[in-house]
């Protein structure tokens, strides 16, 4: 679907071209003209109504009535939508000359930026070779390749934000980055893909094609859809060098997989043998484990399955009696889940010391359908406290069944065919059948001949193929499979020695687990799409006598052809070679991605460079079927681990917990949340789809609770920042659309903040350099002290991958520091004339220091704004923010007083405390004066350089100290600032104690209200307990806060009458 604008919001251009301005009375013009005038002035009385209801929570401690608890879905009110309409042509440097729009709107912010960062090779590893900064060392990335067919979730969202602030960072303190962009093949998707296009458009199958045919369509496809990926990486900001861009069916990555085959065969690792393997009868193909979806079922259990014109139960146990041989009445009785494999049994198991059936040890059964005569075997992995303690034995279709068997020489009995039919050694009666039609059958076949002996209900785990939603079969099947016993004990050892560290370590455990107990891998798909096994069959050749197949594999088919004729003794011209039709399978390609990127098996300048990787991000769902056999192929291939650090990110699940899926309606393009989309389109995209009818209802209407509204235009720097404050630590994301909002607010915030900085400098303002900037005031001196401990935060954050330390100290700067506090404090300094030269050279740092801070999380608005500020004389300025040098702790040392930071505090605890007096007593306009006294002399002292700074955050007039043991003025307020500092503030002649008493008395009635409420409420969750009683502590302060004051003000009335009754 387009990714348009909402067409409901009004849409701002900004920057118009001056023919088109002179027409305008004012340079910002809205689209929706009839509207914008009054959207602008119900949003400021929308906001206004907020604040006073904020206003009155605050001084009561309750929700503001209406409002939604926190991750709740409530409607939000549309931002006016600001364009860039500069003409600028794509890879043109954006025009930063205009001014600032007044609010902060995404898609103004991030026109322009990304084209021209590609286009000047910022993101490339040759031009940080030239950058001051430079550090000489490399740090390399790759991007888990995502699946071409489709288009990037909100999951890849995160190992998108995640692994570019990274990149980020590193290219800024001037290491020579390389972040490879790729996409994978997807074998299986991509072709279903196809052949459903084909089939939709033509009404043809691809067996109707020949493979050649079918493989140019593949390619046309590709082409044609293949681009998406790429533009919602370029969306997302991600700083990839796009020249090195790799698809897994690239010719060059095609002759290092072929390599990779050819070698891993040379070294004994790979061969080729019939095994059971996990079999999609729809697609008629071999799956990875990775494929199969492991379905619990409670118990009976219906299902729509492909191919199937009625529901399918499962979770139901079948008894079956096998009579024995020679005892008319003796039977042995077995439970299935699987009845339609009976005809493939060629035993019954029980376990040696079960006495209920040592009497039959050595004897025959009979069974049940055909009455051929099966052993009664003993072994000791059967359970026999599980059922009736005997398994009937299947070894063609049953993983443990086949070990069963080989332990005992059994033959298997292969009866349900590739497309899910029954075979010939079925016999005539359920031969062509569909499975699950046979199951029937077979299951009336019992019934009359009097050995059905049962059917109840029973919890199993059913295997799934995720990709056609059919049930897995067990076949047995002559493929190729690698050896992982040797490379996976080198992939744990590396692990256990320290050589390869996984974040978090919690992993380590799963990863030794796996590799303990890893079986050899089966790498064939019988598909068209993909990299074609290297291998080939020597027609009328055999190899050990005539039991088996003569293979050969070569790198192309002469040198094939040479090995055979050496195999063999028979001349080369009169062989006849056969290549093996199947393709390896895709995660097999995807494992050499770490060097095949890099052009191995070539000894190129960037394997030399840039292998092995630095770093490897992603998810932790991957862990094992792709981290585990990278590691594993690149120690064997390169001699040496593909990287030696793995971090690793949790899943991504929406604001209720849940897991993203299609069917719950919760799967979200990121594109959605940046540009914002309305309920309709959210619904169509659901009916393009695949989802059945059912699925559709259940989605259509999950989205309808979650997304009433639609979703608001986010922007992209708020999505980054919302998803990185969550990071790669602990357990699952929980990531909802108000919090991205909320995200959007901190960037509104920041703009804000600019606007205001950028007009305080003024015109031919020139910084000083930072190491010569000196404080001119304390509160100055304690900004800048903030600045260096948050650009110390953010390096250990950056040097410890923990992403959330550094949101969290960036959104405290900015908001709590910068913001609330020094911006507030400097206004009244700035409004005397002349302006001092101290706080604009200090705005100006905060500024600069802090964007650049922000620029590996934010780096649309961070640019934006950045390239905004007057460059630093005679410095050699940086073209763009994303190439300017981080700041270090080091270098901004000289400004770190945390002595002055905990003096301040207490000024703050001060702010806070006058500010809740203003509350209680409600004076909105009035600046009272204040006294600070303390019981220790030299306590007041930390606050006399910030006497002036305390009144304007306070909101209060003149701010004295008046000296311990003198009494404080009558009339005045009192709060305790802490045990030694008491806090006065004036109330005479501004407060009408009669008129306030009985506002004060209303707010008591409804907070003892409540109290009584939670008071006689019993929850039945330790978890709910332990919020009452933080509730009802809160309650009870503010009811002591409220008494106090009622007392107080009753002292007023008694030493001065009320203005009504003067």
Not at 456 to 461: A, G, I, S, T
Not at 940 to 950: A, N
């Amino acid at each position: 679907m387009p990714h348009s604008p909402l067409a409901s919001l009004p849409c701002r251009c900004w920057g118009l071209r001056p023919s088109q301005a002179l027409r305008r009375s004012h340079p910002l013009s809205t689209q929706s003209a009839p509207c914008g005038s009054s959207l602008s002035r119900r949003n400021h009385e929308a906001k206004q109504k907020r604040q006073r209801e904020k206003q009155m929570a605050l001084e009561a401690g309750i929700t503001p009535k209406g409002k939604a608890p926190a991750g709740s879905s409530k409607a939000w009110t549309p931002k006016e939508v600001v364009l860039y309409e500069v003409p600028t042509e794509p890879g043109e440097k954006k025009d930063v000359y205009r001014l600032l729009p007044p609010a902060y709107s995404p898609r103004y912010v991030e026109a322009a930026w990304y084209s021209w960062w590609v286009r000047e090779g910022f993101f490339k590893p040759e031009y940080q070779t030239k950058l001051p900064q430079a550090t000489g060392e490399t740090f390399s990335m790759c991007i888990p390749p995502p699946n071409v067919t489709g288009s990037l979730h909100i999951g890849h969202a995160l190992t998108v934000a995640i692994q570019d602030a990274l990149v980020r960072w590193h290219r800024m303190r001037g290491d020579q980055v390389l972040w490879i962009p790729g996409s994978d093949h997807a074998g299986i998707a991509t072709q279903a893909v196809v052949e459903k296009q084909l089939w939709k458009e033509r009404g043809m199958r691809r067996h109707e094609l020949s493979r050649e045919k079918f493989l140019r369509e593949v390619w046309k496809w590709k082409d044609e859809k293949g681009g998406e990926i790429s533009e919602q990486l370029q969306a997302l900001g991600a700083s990839l060098d796009w020249d090195r861009e790799c698809f897994t069916m690239d010719a060059g990555f095609s002759v290092a997989v072929t390599e990779a085959f050819v070698r891993l065969y040379e070294a004994g690792l790979l061969y080729r043998s019939q095994q059971l393997v996990n079999w999609s009868c729809t697609l008629r193909s071999a799956i990875s484990d990775i494929e199969v979806e492991s379905r619990p079922l409670p118990g009976h259990t219906e299902l729509q399955l492909p191919g199937c014109p009625t529901p399918v139960s499962f979770g139901l146990l079948v008894s079956v009696a096998f009579p024995v041989d020679g005892e008319p009445d003796a039977e042995v009785v077995v439970g299935t889940t699987r009845p339609e494999t009976l005809p493939g049994d060629v035993a019954v198991a029980v376990h040696p010391d079960d006495s209920r059936y040592t009497h039959l040890h050595g004897r025959q059964l009979r069974h049940p359908l055909t009455g051929q005569l099966l052993p009664l075997i003993t072994d000791s992995t059967v359970q026999p406290h599980v059922g009736t303690g005997a398994v009937k034995v299947t070894p063609a279709h049953s993983p443990a069944d086949a070990e069963l068997g080989a332990r005992h020489g059994l033959s298997p009995l292969s009866v349900i065919a590739e497309d899910g039919t029954m075979t010939s050694l079925c016999g005539d009666w359920l031969q062509g059948l569909h499975r699950f039609v046979a199951r029937e059958k077979i299951m009336s076949a019992l019934q009359e001949r009097g050995l059905f002996r049962g059917l109840q209900n029973h919890p199993m785990v059913l295997p799934i193929c995720s990709r056609s939603g059919d049930v897995i079969e067990y076949l047995l099947k002559s493929q190729w499979f690698v050896r992982c016993r040797e490379m996976g004990n080198r992939a744990a050892q590396a692990v256990e020695s320290g050589a390869l560290e996984l974040s978090p370590s919690f992993h380590q455990k799963n990863w030794q687990h796996w590799f303990s107990h890893i079986g050899d891998w089966c790498v064939s798909r019988q598909l068209w799409w993909g990299h074609r096994i290297p291998a080939y069959l020597v027609v009328e050749e055999h190899m050990k006598g005539d039991r088996e197949d003569c293979w050969v594999v070569g790198r192309t088919e002469t040198e094939a052809r040479k090995i055979a004729a050496e195999l063999t003794g028979r001349s080369e011209a009169e062989l006849t070679l056969q290549r093996d039709p199947d393709v390896l399978d895709t995660w097999f390609s995807s494992a050499l991605f770490p060097f095949a990127a890099l052009g191995w098996p070539q000894e190129t300048p960037d394997l030399a460079r840039f292998y092995p990787l630095s770093l490897l991000e992603t998810g932790s769902d991957l862990l094992l079927f792709w981290v585990g056999r990278m590691v594993m192929l690149g120690t064997q291939l390169t001699g040496q681990l593909p990287f030696t650090k793995v971090l690793l990110h949790s899943m991504v699940r929406d604001g209720q917990g849940r897991k993203m899926s299609k069917s719950l309606g919760n799967v979200l393009d990121p594109r959605d949340i940046i540009s914002g989309v309305e309920l309709q389109v959210l619904q169509e995209k659901l009916k393009d789809g695949n989802l059945d009818s059912t699925e559709l209802a259940i989605a259509a209407a999950g989205q309808r609770k979650d997304f009433p509204h639609g979703i608001p235009e986010c922007g992209t720097d708020a999505l980054r920042f919302a998803l990185c404050s969550h990071g790669a630590l602990g357990g699952d994301v929980h990531l909802s659309v108000s919090e991205v909002l909320s995200s959007r607010h901190f960037c509104n915030k920041i703009w804000n903040a600019l606007r205001f900085i950028l007009n305080a400098l003024g015109e031919g303002f020139v910084p000083q350099p930072a190491e010569e900037l000196s404080p001119s005031s304390p509160t100055d001196a304690w900004i800048l002290s903030r600045l260096a401990h948050t650009a110390q935060e953010c390096e250990r954050g950056f040097l410890a991958r923990e992403l959330p330390l550094i949101t969290h100290a960036l959104h405290h700067f900015w908001l709590h520091s910068l913001c609330d506090v020094y911006l507030e404090a400097v206004k009244p300094v700035l409004s005397h004339s002349p302006h001092p030269q101290g706080p604009p050279q200090v705005l100006f740092s905060c500024a600069d220091v802090g964007l650049r801070l922000l620029a590996p999380l934010m780096p649309f608005l961070a640019e934006e704004l950045w390239q905004r500020l007057p460059p630093r004389p005679g410095s050699n300025s940086a073209p763009s923010i994303s190439v300017a040098s981080y700041p270090t702790t080091h270098s901004l040392e000289h400004w770190r007083q945390p002595a002055l930071e905990q003096h301040f505090s207490q000024v703050q605890e001060a702010v806070q405390a006058l500010r809740a007096l203003r509350a209680t007593y409600q004076l909105t306009k009035a600046r009272p004066r204040v006294l600070l006294q303390s019981s220790e002399p030299g306590e007041l002292s930390l606050f006399k350089p910030f006497l002036e700074p305390l009144a304007t955050l306070g909101h209060c007039g003149a701010v004295g100290l008046l000296p311990p043991g003198v009494v404080a003025p009558s009339g005045w307020a009192q709060a305790p600032l802490s045990n030694t500092i008491q806090v006065y503030m004036e109330l005479q002649g501004l407060v009408d104690p009669q008129a306030h008493l009985v506002l004060l008395a209303a707010r008591r009635r409804k907070l003892q209200k409540q109290l009584d409420g939670l008071m006689a409420w019993t929850p039945s969750r330790g978890e709910e307990e332990t919020k009452r009683q933080q509730r009802l502590s809160s309650l009870q302060l503010e009811l002591s806060k409220l008494d106090k004051a009622a007392s107080h003000l009753r002292q007023l009335m008694d030493a001065c009458p009320s203005p009504k009754e003067l």
